[in-house]
């Protein structure tokens, strides 16, 4: 069936078809119920069919009546009728009853007001159906976007860092159900309280100071209920009794997320600002949908946490277990343990106590956090309070509430300052070798079973480490005891002056101390090693005295008995002869056996020569009185024997045969006066005049001098100077004698002439002067070599042999010292040092009492 549409006006009268097209085109065109009967009305009364019209419901009284107002005063009772009044049901299923109102003049023609009633009744379908359609297709958008919001968090739970997972979660929940504020707050299960995790819409001051506790405040109630709430009219609702209300929020939402095993992790928080619709039941399971995800990626990140950490822990404890093995130092590994502890096991304050292998007491070794003064300050014996009783029984004690335990928990706790600890035994081969102590005070976390369970997997790992570290700690102090020992042993053996050789059961040299290297010139790594037979025969010593060495070391490691040899003498062809005193003793180890002999050396060269030193030197005082006297005796004598010769050679000039025997006695008493005088002067103490002198020109003025002898006696001196001698403290008049003796010396032992060599030089490290005398004579046999220096000891026809014994007294008065080497058929070297400046320790008392100041005169320069 078509319908045909009606441009044209509809007047009075006119074609009914027309005005249904009229009436359906005026209402197709409104955009509301009232629009449209407005419309309607026009039509009819622009037609002239009627003056008034309205549309009222059923129940006058229920409102919503819109038409003429006169007209509407004429049915609700409030004006007398005019005209006729035609009412007319309208035939819709979008509004309630309601009816149609015409009035006009005249009656309507028939079927006008059905025609009106049903155009009228069409559009209000059609605008209904219209409304109808919107609110579905934006209840579908909704769906979708909270279907599209749920999945893309879904697919996030597995991607995304928690922080930022549940920051989406909160916004995309603000922003799906339209709201102006979302959060989320999760719960610590060590302090019990709600911190703000995420949010949306909230400052950030108010998400920094926010913190609820449990039953604090709404989401605190939820949390600790585990029920939703729905809260439309905050002012009304019981549930909120007490609770802090803010009037510019009109609708809200806590609820609260779970895990799988219900327990409550936190709360997902929403809210609307007046004059936003309240929320329903529909968007508290939309809301408990967000709140499912949130806890889902809470749990799943708790879990995937803990097992990472279960894992990095465990990791971490194999890697440190295998570091503490390999660590051989207790102090290292103790703190190793403590850092482990600490920073894996994740305690606050540890200590560690180890067992003293000496007083069997525990000592607190490695702190963490405890102050010192208030754990482990003293010793503690097995049995004894809470680590005793923890050493004692092998078990470990977790005290969680010490407040109310018993001693000694509560007496330990106390000084701990603390409420929980944990006390774990360190066992090693079925040993408690220490105790472990720790808490977690600074934080205030529980201890968990699951970290007192790592704690004890780890100490009983590190247990094995640290007995380990205890052996290796005491056998490193027995071996730096016993290298300390060594040590000193080697120290006591190179500081004694005598030589120390020991040799094994074998006979090889397994000790050789520095005298044994200085008396022998063999260094101790060369000694080591070698046969004793094999040393003595580097020594060049002659066959017998070898000989006598090997049989008295032999003899003590065969026998046992000690052997002593006194002033053994030693001549060595590559050391200097020595005198020794020889102990020859078994080595033997505290259970008596024997492993070897010690042989103790003592040099007594020094003290035997200086044993003939005082026996010369009483000699030469017993010969200097006696000379002293002869020549006292002798001089008055020859004084009187010289002048009645003299008197006899005047008086009796002409008797030549008189004259011939007065001469011989005037010569012989000269030579007797000659004799006296160098007795005199051998014997008398000698003044010394020191002043700086250089050796060089007393050498050129000596030479200058004995030039005509040394020319008689066809001897030429070759003089090789050193130009950088220092000037010396001497007398040069006595520096003068020594050299003139030593020079005449040297041309007699040439009768036949020759060349003598006379050198100079200086030692710079001590300042030292010396000046040699070498000639090309027969030369001294060795055993004249000794006695050269004794008075009256003389090889030549004449002479008093004290020319040497002169010489010697003067060097030595000078601080200095006289050498002298010669060999058969080559010649005789003399070899004189003097100090630059002599102490006046050097200087005999007599000296030293008339010329104590000379030595202090300051040093010239040294051209």
């Not at 006009?104 to 219209?130: I, K, N, S, Y």
């Not at 053994?568 to 200097?576: I, K, V």
Request: proline share 6%; with cysteine; glycine share 6%.
């Amino acid at each position: 069936m078509q319908t045909e549409v009606c441009t044209e006006p509809v007047q009075a009268g006119g074609d009914p078809l027309a005005l249904f097209c009229a009436l359906n085109r005026a209402c197709a065109q409104a955009e509301s119920p009232g629009a449209a009967a407005e419309e309607a009305l026009a039509v009819l009364r622009d037609a002239g069919f009627i003056q008034a019209g309205a549309v009222v419901p059923e129940d006058l009284e229920s409102g919503g009546a819109m038409g003429d107002p006169a007209l509407l005063e004429t049915l609700q009772g409030r004006a007398s009728p005019a005209g006729h009044l035609v009412r007319q049901r309208l035939p819709t299923r979008a509004a309630p009853a309601a009816v149609l109102c015409l009035a006009g003049p005249d009656p309507l023609p028939a079927g006008l007001a059905a025609a009106a009633a049903d155009a009228l009744a069409l559009a209000l379908d059609r605008l209904h159906l219209q409304n109808q359609a919107r609110e579905l297709h934006r209840q579908a958008e909704r769906r979708i976007a909270e279907v599209s919001t749920i999945y893309e968090i879904g697919r996030a739970i597995d991607s995304v860092e928690i922080d930022r997972l549940l920051q989406i979660i909160t916004e995309k929940a603000a922003r799906v159900m339209q709201a102006q504020a979302c959060s989320l707050m999760r719960l610590n299960p060590e302090t019990n309280a709600l911190t703000i995790a995420a949010s949306f819409g909230l400052s950030e001051d108010v998400v920094f100071v926010t913190n609820r506790a449990l039953g604090e405040g709404i989401a605190g109630r939820v949390a600790q209920t585990g029920e939703p709430m729905l809260i439309v009219d905050s002012h009304q609702d019981p549930r909120l009794q007490g609770v802090p209300l803010r009037p510019e929020i009109g609708s809200s939402m806590v609820v609260p997320m779970k895990d799988e095993l219900g327990r409550v992790l936190g709360v997902l928080s929403i809210r609307r600002r007046r004059p936003a619709p309240d929320f329903d039941q529909d968007s508290l399971r939309l809301f408990s949908v967000f709140a499912s995800q949130a806890a889902l990626a809470i749990s799943n990140f708790e879990l995937y946490s803990s097992l990472k950490g279960r894992v990095t822990e465990l990791s971490t404890l194999a890697d440190l277990t295998q570091a503490l093995i390999t660590t051989l130092d207790l102090n290292s590994l103790l703190n190793k343990v403590a850092d482990c502890i600490v920073n894996v096991v994740r305690f606050d304050r540890c200590c560690l106590f180890l067992r003293d292998r000496e007083t069997r007491r525990y000592v607190a070794r490695i702190v963490r956090g405890y102050r010192v003064d208030t754990v482990g300050r003293n010793p503690v014996k097995p049995g004894e309070g809470v680590v005793g009783i923890v050493a004692r029984k092998k078990m470990p004690i977790l005290e969680t509430d010490a407040r109310n335990a018993l001693q000694p928990m509560r007496g330990f706790a106390r000084a701990l300052g603390t409420n929980a600890f944990v006390a774990l035994p360190v066992m090693a081969k079925g040993q408690v070798i220490g105790v472990v102590v720790a808490d977690n005070k600074l934080t205030g976390r529980r201890i968990h079973p699951e970290s007192v369970e790592l704690l004890t997997t780890f100490v009983n790992e590190a247990g094995l480490a640290l007995e380990n570290a205890q052996l290796y700690e005491d056998r490193e102090l027995r071996y730096q005891e016993m290298n300390r020992l060594a040590t000193q042993t080697d120290n006591i053996l190179r500081s004694i002056a005598s030589s120390v050789v020991v040799t094994d059961d074998s006979g090889r040299v397994t000790r050789w101390n520095k005298a044994s290297e200085e008396m022998w010139g063999l260094p101790e790594e060369e000694a080591l090693g070698l046969r004793y037979s094999e040393v003595i025969q580097r020594f060049g010593l002659p066959p017998d005295a070898c000989a006598d060495l090997l049989l008295r070391m032999e003899q003590v490691r065969q026998t046992g008995r000690p052997s002593h040899a006194y002033k053994l003498a030693l001549h060595s062809a590559s050391q200097p002869s020595r005198i020794v005193n020889a102990l020859f003793s078994p080595l033997v180890d505290r259970q008596g056996e024997r492993q070897g002999v010690i042989q103790i050396m003592e040099d007594v060269t020094r003290e035997i020569r200086m044993e003939a030193e005082v026996v010369r030197m009483r000699r030469l005082a017993d010969l200097g009185q006696l000379a002293a006297t002869i020549a006292h005796e002798v001089r008055n004598p020859l004084s009187s024997i010289k002048g009645a010769a003299q008197l006899m050679r005047n008086e009796y000039e002409d008797l030549a045969p008189l004259q011939e025997f007065v001469g011989i006695i005037v010569d012989e008493v000269n030579t007797l006066s000659r004799i006296t005088t160098d007795l005199l002067d051998f014997a008398r103490p000698m003044q010394m005049d020191l002043q700086w002198t250089r050796i060089n020109d007393v050498v050129e003025r000596t030479l200058g001098f004995l030039a005509p002898y040394l020319e008689e006696s066809r001897v030429a001196v070759h003089f090789e100077g050193n130009r950088e001698v220092p000037q010396v403290l001497a007398d040069p008049q006595q520096i003068e004698q020594v050299l003139r003796n030593l020079l005449i010396n040297a041309a007699q032992a040439m009768p036949q002439g020759g060349t003598a060599l006379l050198e100079t030089g200086w030692n710079p490290e001590d300042g030292s002067v010396w000046l040699r005398i070498t000639d090309h004579g027969a030369g001294i046999p060795e055993h004249k070599l000794e006695t050269i220096f004794q008075p009256f000891v003389t090889s030549k026809t004449k002479g008093t042999g004290l020319g040497l014994p002169i010489v010697q007294k003067i060097v030595e008065n000078h601080g200095g010292t006289i050498c002298v080497s010669s060999r058969l058929g080559q010649g005789t070297t003399f070899t004189v040092t003097l100090p630059r400046r002599p102490a006046v320790s050097d200087f005999p008392e007599e000296i030293r009492l008339e010329s104590s100041p000379a030595p202090q005169a300051p040093l010239p320069d040294m051209e």
